[in-house]
Nanobody
Framework: QVSLEESGGGLVQAGGSLRLSCAASGRTFGNAMAWFRQAPGKERECVAAISWGGNTRIYADFVEGRFAISRDNAKNTMYLQMNSLKPEDTAVYYC????????????????WGQGTQVTVFS
């Protein structure tokens, strides 16, 4: 049984940076992980996904080179470094785990965290 806990969200001015962390307890060996986000009134969307070894990373088009996903399997932790934040990045950010491959498909991830709020003001 795997559980996930996000941290690192907060309030930041446009142009600023945040680093989100997702700590996993339990076995995540061999599984891809991902970050999703959901803004008020919008559907949840994939931000980025990463393979078990970290060699493959995929990003949503809206990231535009501003975010970087990474993971430290020795620490059972995944990260999302977010730079040049925009007000439209305001959302609850969720980490997800358990997919057999890195994918943007939500249904591929059976395990989800509770989310962390990111608010970007102009």
């Amino acid at each position: 049984q795997v559980s996930l806990e996000e941290s690192g969200g907060g309030l930041v001015q446009a142009g600023g940076s945040l680093r989100l962390s997702c700590a996993a307890s339990g076995r995540t060996f061999g599984n891809a992980m991902a970050w999703f986000r959901q803004a008020p009134g919008k559907e949840r969307e994939c931000v980025a996904a990463i393979s078990w070894g970290g060699n493959t990373r995929i990003y949503a088009d809206f990231v535009e080179g501003r975010f970087a996903i990474s993971r430290d399997n020795a620490k059972n932790t995944m990260y999302l470094q977010m730079n040049s934040l925009k007000p439209e990045d305001t959302a609850v950010y969720y980490c997800a785990a358990g997919s057999t491959a890195e994918t943007r498909m939500q249904n591929s991830y059976p395990t989800w965290g509770q989310g962390t709020q990111v608010t970007v003001f102009s």
